[in-house]
């Protein structure tokens, strides 16, 4: 199995910048999405391929990766953004599958 | 428009069986990687299975290996999940995903929106 571990909970106020990590072993070298899920809704691909954002993304998402850590960046947080955030990676060596971390809930002060 | 749109969830007893479907529409659904991914009541999402698009090919979790079956009929633009030997902690709502829609990626792009499975006597 390939681990990805976030924080539980990260807390941010209105128009200040979040940061989320999603830890893993060497996950530099793997291509990590984000995806964000709000309550009674399914999750919404906001970062793919560590920094890429799919049509439809505020640019205020952003995504970054290397050595042992994946940080997705939201910037200019607003009310709307708060959400359960997931980490997701392909691990090759686990029988071609797809992690997921444990998530992390957003919340906007 | 692009949409998955699952069915088949309910109530099970435990040792039961369930099979999910999820239709598509809105892209050529046979050019396309499908998964299933679950997610417990107040728990985080786990992937579950996934199937190559002419269905030759699939991969499962541990923890679901020989108890689950993904397969698809692309001419009727539908995937499935056949759930055997169900037991309490498969409990989960259900969502069915499609990967390969942004180039290269290997990401979810387009999820459905879910479908409940209780297994519970």
């Known amino acids: 199995s390939y681990v990805l571990t976030q924080p539980p909970s990260v807390s941010v106020a209105p128009g200040q910048t979040a940061r989320i990590t999603c830890g893993g072993n060497n996950i530099g070298s793997k291509s990590v999405h984000w995806y964000q899920q709000k309550p009674g809704q399914a999750p919404v691909l906001v970062v793919y391929?560590?920094?890429d954002r799919p049509s439809g993304i505020p640019e205020r998402f952003s995504g970054s990766n290397s050595g042992n850590t994946a940080t997705l960046t939201i910037s200019r947080v607003e009310a709307g953004d708060e959400a359960d955030y997931y980490c997701?990676?392909?691990?090759?060596?686990?029988?071609?599958?797809?992690?997921f971390g444990g998530g992390t809930k957003l919340t906007v002060l | 428009e692009v949409q998955l749109v699952e069915s088949g969830g309910g109530l099970v007893q435990p040792g039961g069986s369930l099979r999910l479907s999820c239709a598509a529409s809105g892209f050529t659904f046979s050019s396309y990687w499908m998964h299933w991914v679950r997610q417990a009541p107040g728990k985080g999402l786990v992937w579950v299975s996934r199937?190559?698009?002419?269905?030759?090919?699939?991969s499962y979790a541990d923890s679901v290996k020989g108890r689950f079956t993904i397969s698809r009929d692309n001419a009727k633009n539908t995937l499935y999940l056949q759930m055997n030997s169900l037991r309490a902690e498969d409990t989960a709502v259900y969502y069915c995903?499609?990967?390969?829609?942004?180039?290269?990626?290997?990401?979810?792009?387009?999820w459905g929106q879910g479908t409940m499975v209780t297994v519970s006597s």
């Open positions: 391929d560590d920094s």
């Open positions: 995903a499609r990967s390969g829609g942004l180039g290269a990626s290997d990401a979810f792009d387009i």
């Open positions: 997701q990676v392909w691990d090759s060596s686990s029988d071609h599958s797809w992690w």
């Open positions: 199937i190559n698009s002419d269905g030759s090919s699939t």
